[in-house]
Structures are given as C-alpha cells and as structure tokens.
C-alpha cells in the first residue's frame, strides 16, 4: 500500500490473468451468443441501441482460459502513468502492457465501457477446460463449433485511451521546460479568444515541422487528429505554456469524471479512522497519479542521459541522471577527445 502522506491511503489492488493476453477478431452478438449480424427483424429491433454495431476490432482478450488472477499493487510505483503514456501505442506494446499491468478498465464491472457481449470463435491453447463457462465468460456451441461469449476490449479503446493520457503528459513536460515545440502544438485564436492543442502522437514528434503547425493552414501531417480546444481558457495575453497546463488540468478533471476514484474510511489497529482514497480501474489510478503530479505529490523527473523516469523521493533534488549514464557519457566524451588528439597529431 502506497502511503502518499499520513492523512490518506492510496489502496489500488488490480489484477492480471495467468497466461496473459492476445488480439483476437470477434463479433457483437447478445448474452447467449447469438451474433447480431445474423438476427433477423424482430429480434434485431430488440437489441438496437445497445448493440456496439460500430465497434472493430481486434479485441484484446485472455489468451487462454484460467480462473487464477493475480493481484498486485500497481499504485506501488509513481511512475506508472508516465510509463504508460511513453510506450509505442501499438497491438504488440499494448499487449505486452496488459501482460504486466493488467487491463485498462474492468470490463465485466465498468459502467462507463460497457461494450456488450462479443463472441469470438472458441480457442483454447491451453487444451484444459473446454466447454467449461464461468463468471466473466460463457461458452456456447454454434454448427458444431465452441465459441466464448466475453467482453473484451477493442483496440481502438486502447490507442484512444493511451493517446489522451500520453498527449497530456508530453504537454506537461513540454510546459514544464518551455519547449518551444509548444507554439506549434497550441494554436491561438485572437477572435473570439480561443486556444486549440494538436494531438502531435509522441512518437512522431520528429515527423512534425513546427515552424509550419499551426500557421500554415494548409499543412496537416495525416497522423496529427483535428485541433482540441481548450476551454475555460480566456486570458488578456496568450501565453502557451499556461494553456498547456489548462488543457493538461481540463483533461484530468474529465478523465477523473469518466474513471472516477472513491473514497472510504479505514480503520487501523488501534481504533484511529483515516481516509482511504480507492481508484476504480488502471486508468483511473493513472489518471490520479498525473494528478498528484500536478499537485506536487508525486515528483518525477526523466534522466537526462537514458530519458528514463526517476521518482524523485528516492534522489536528491539536484538530480539530473543516473550514476551509470553520466559515466558513459564521461566515458564517450573521452574518447572522443583521444580521437580527435590521436587526428591532430597525425602528419
Ligand atoms: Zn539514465
């Protein structure tokens, strides 16, 4: 349990499966495993309105059937949310994060995703337990075949959900530094006094010509989605570094609404009563965690060298990048300066 300070707990257990996960192609269809696409008129009409019909796939589902969760703390590490908005937002990275964290969302107990049942064909790597229907699946047979009735999540809730946190992020840092990249992500609107942020993806910030962005409109990398605005934001002089902020702040205070936290009380051994502060999902504790790195709660800084993030309660505040990288760096520059003495004295 991560104690953030004495007057309140964070408490966040959260699960993986045992074998971990995979992409997998499935079909909308109801509770008892019938495909929507194959209902006629009736039965059809029933369902309109709840049937995710504009849902595509792949879906991330477990790769192969087990009851064992294990539980761990992902609330134990500060740096969750920083790690999760640097990955590749791809089917591979994706999958490799939810073999070690877990899903993003509960998706038997999140009213906010409630994607109905999906059946995707039946397959079983394990070879054990087929046929057997639990709590979070049910297996049906169809023309001979055994198909699962689950609820999986489809990846585009993934590369959705990995984009705002990672946007938010990389304008935090940029912010924080003054980047200048900044005036090319926000764009400013004298009339009516509006500012806009470019979701500029993180790993192809080097794809983008910033002189361009933003003021010429005729230039628009296919990979940078239409211009967000940034509401609430009305100030006598632009300044990008404090609409940066606002949006980073709007967006966590939406994303809080949508993955909310709750809050009880806890007892400890001798009868005192305090707080306990209980995030409903993964992305709800990452999304609170940014939060308290807002509020100076958390303090992160990333290497100087290696890039990689450091939380700071563990360094001194002049911190700047790990023992072993400033050596190498010592060590590269050395022999740079022997090669080019060794260049120098040659005839
Ligand atoms: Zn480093």
Redesign the pocket.
């Known amino acids: 349990m991560e104690k953030i300070d004495l007057t309140y707990e964070l408490s966040f257990p959260w699960h993986k499966h045992q074998f971990g996960y995979k992409w997998a192609d499935a079909a909308p269809c109801s509770p008892w495993g019938e495909p929507y696409g194959e209902m006629d008129g009736g039965d059809l009409e029933k369902y309109k309105g709840i049937i995710p019909f504009a849902l595509d796939g792949p879906f991330l589902v477990e790769k192969s059937f087990s009851i064992m969760r294990f539980p761990f703390e992902p609330l134990a590490d500060n740096r969750l949310f920083a790690w999760f908005s640097d990955i590749i937002p791809d089917k591979e990275s994706f999958v490799r994060w939810a073999d070690e964290y877990g899903r993003l969302v509960d998706v038997e107990g999140n009213a906010q995703y409630s994607y109905d049942f999906i059946l995707s064909p039946y397959t079983d790597e394990s070879g054990l337990n087929v046929g057997l229907s639990t709590t979070t699946r049910r297996i049906v047979e169809r023309n001979g075949l055994l198909y699962q009735v689950t609820k999986p999540d489809p990846l585009s809730f993934w590369k959705q959900e990995h984009r705002d946190l990672s946007l938010a992020v990389m304008l935090w840092e940029m912010a924080l530094k003054d980047d200048p990249r900044l005036n090319g992500i926000l764009e400013w609107h004298e009339d009516p006094g509006r500012a806009y942020v470019y979701p500029v993806p993180r790993h192809r910030l080097t794809e983008v010509d910033f002189r361009r962005i933003g003021k010429d409109r005729s230039y628009s990398p296919s990979f940078v989605l239409p211009p967000r605005r940034i509401e609430d934001y009305r100030p006598q002089r632009f300044n990008a570094k404090r609409a940066a902020l606002t949006y980073v702040r709007q967006e966590i205070n939406k994303k809080m609404r949508l993955y909310p936290l709750y809050i009880r009380f806890d007892t400890d051994e001798n009868g005192g009563i305090h707080r306990v502060i209980e995030p409903t999902s993964l992305l709800s504790a990452m999304w609170h965690q940014f939060f308290l790195a807002q509020t100076g709660e958390i303090r992160l800084r990333r ?1 100087s ?2 890039g ?1 993030w450091e939380d700071m309660k563990t360094h001194r505040e002049s911190w700047s ?2 023992k ?2 400033a050596n190498y760096q010592r060590l590269k520059k050395s022999r740079a300066k022997k090669r080019e003495m060794l260049n120098r004295d040659r005839p």
């Open positions: 290497c060298v290696c990689k990048k790990h072993n990288c």
